[in-house]
């Protein structure tokens, strides 16, 4: 990684931004050496999370978000992450997405990258975390990420970010509860849009039921980040004190939009208050450094011990003559036995 | 675990694989015993997963298959493994699939079970591979695994299975096309259930456009299991061979169940003659030593390090005076000067 792109990026140069976004995003060796040092400079940015179902009107709803964050803080600049992980393999269709955000383009304060899974199953919530480092440490103050669906890769995603807004539409029917109930829990604001439709009351009713049912982020927030990296990781405390609200958008008339950036911001005011922002800052940094250590950890494990020796444990275990479990403790024992320097 | 409780679960008594499956569910002591004897009695059951959107009937599907492979193969057991993910906080609801899966318990060679993912995010597969394997070990023939919706714990629920059944219904509209492109590369044998509603041909028109344009598991199998094990591992070979079946059921009216059937028992001698059968055991036996691998080596790396030093080097990551990468660095360097042992 060249310094002066880098210094490029700091002076606001969108062609160096882009480039680094690239690097990043295909994970090559300038691309890690940038996120490395860019990530020094990040611990700005307001990251705000947009998940719901295809067709709940997201897009239109994350450009008005867009545009009215730019107008409230005309100093302050809005990046736009499109994560589309449908389909793994083929690379996702964003284009749909691309031609909806055309006419931001022309903000040169706003900056739309669109992002395919490319195959990295899982590694979604990682690739996406680390375009968002890029576009903080470019300055950019708000990094609005939306993804489509419901699904775990889909929690994963947005739970990286400080605000999560879920977006539903009326009247989707009772077909899709089991999925709503999901994604509820993650939601600190939602918004019923295209509230010009029929059943836009029942919508809200029903959320606000399921709300006061405990489905909510404020009574679950925060189980998701660390597990078992040590005794010593600290889960995000309960944020009892917010409710989410309710909002009602129409996106592609720009009504609702001044209420839902209110509540982005008035969110955002309560993290930090109630320390919430630096906890789920904390958070993310233990999440990284579990995920790089296991990386780490195997990486010198597959150094030391024979190829030889986790084959045949493989095929004995497939054999069944001994338990997953046993071939465990015999490669764990050999770890510990055999240091990396003399088995070289 | 008292040899007596297994012994009875191997001569079928139902009670005592019921309290197995609490106790391995429980991830209780008795449980991992258990599981760890028992998988050397595993490898004969045929897993079928099946997924797709709620409100596909999917539930009444698995009752029908079960029905009718018992019906066709007397002598051989069932079980149903019936998966809701759908909220990982409150357990879910699956009272819904209980009250339809009632009239199958009076056939005492099938057995049904309701998993919810008690909050264990991440670990849904590993769960129901586990119960998959006591039912394995207690004799049953064939495992059907039924889980909701379209993301990824449920791909990688259905993943561990040999045979993956897709279920759509009719006309579900544009709206889901990603979800749709997203699940087929899964699919064995894909259903279109309720094929009395209109729209069934375009809908089978499209799911063919869609496998002839690449998206089905024919093309992609196999590139979910292991990534950075070790160079030793290897991936399912793509079973070419195969092209999923498009069928259409009403299973209410148990209609198209003997196609359905005639697939799935057809998919697995095929897995079985081109080697895949084998393949996918090995590929589920090696996810398994590499997640167990890795809570051992996270294990042995926090009786050796440091708390204050992980909490220092989080606090410094944190002020962004270091970067995580170097903090696992610093960690993976501590991990290799310092034996198990010499710190105790």
């Known amino acids: 990684m060249s310094s002066a792109l880098l210094d490029a ?3 606001g140069n969108r062609l160096a931004l882009s480039r680094i976004l690239s690097q990043v995003e295909n994970g090559t060796e300038a691309g890690k050496a940038a996120l490395e040092e860019l990530f020094l400079e990040t611990g700005n940015a307001h990251k705000i999370g947009i998940t719901g179902p295809p067709g709940s009107g997201k897009s239109t709803l994350v450009n008005a978000l867009a545009r009215e964050l730019r107008r409230r803080e005309p100093s302050k600049k809005v990046a736009i992450i499109a994560v589309d992980p ?8 964003v284009l749909g997405d691309r031609v909806r955000m055309l006419d931001l383009e022309v903000d040169k304060q ?3 990258r669109s992002m395919a899974s490319r195959g990295a199953l899982g590694g979604l919530a990682e690739q996406t975390e680390a375009l968002s480092q890029v576009f903080d440490a470019a300055g950019y103050d708000f990094v609005l990420i939306e993804t489509v669906g419901a699904g775990q890769s889909e929690v994963d995603v947005v739970n990286l970010a400080h605000t999560t807004i879920v977006v539903d539409t009326p009247g989707t029917g009772d077909d899709i509860q089991s999925i709503k109930a999901g994604i509820l829990e993650i939601a600190d604001v939602l918004v019923v849009n295209k509230a010009d439709r029929p059943g836009v009351d029942q919508s809200v009713t029903h959320l606000r ?3 006061e049912m405990g489905y909510a982020r404020s009574i679950n927030n925060g189980k998701h980040h660390l597990q078992d990296f040590s005794e010593n990781t600290v889960d995000e405390p309960a944020p009892a004190g917010w409710i989410p609200p309710i909002l ?9 939009i001044e209420e839902l950036t209110d509540a982005v911001l008035t969110h955002a005011a309560y993290l930090r208050e109630s320390g919430q922002w630096h906890a789920k800052d904390k958070a993310a940094i233990q999440a990284n450094i579990r995920r790089q250590l296991i990386a780490g950890l195997l990486s010198d494990f597959n150094q030391k011990a024979p190829g030889e020796m986790i084959d045949s444990l493989i095929e004995q275990a497939q054999n ?6 046993e071939a465990v403790r015999v490669l764990l024992t050999y770890n510990r036995n055999n240091s990396l320097e003399s088995s070289e």
């Open 9 to 11: 990026l700091r002076k």
């Open 86 to 93: 449908s389909s793994p393999f083929t690379g996702g269709a």
């Open 110 to 112: 706003i900056f739309i």
């Open 209 to 211: 039921n399921m709300i």
């Open 248 to 256: 009602k958008t129409i996106a592609c008339q720009y009504q609702g």
């Open 320 to 325: 069944r003559t001994i338990s997953p479990n």
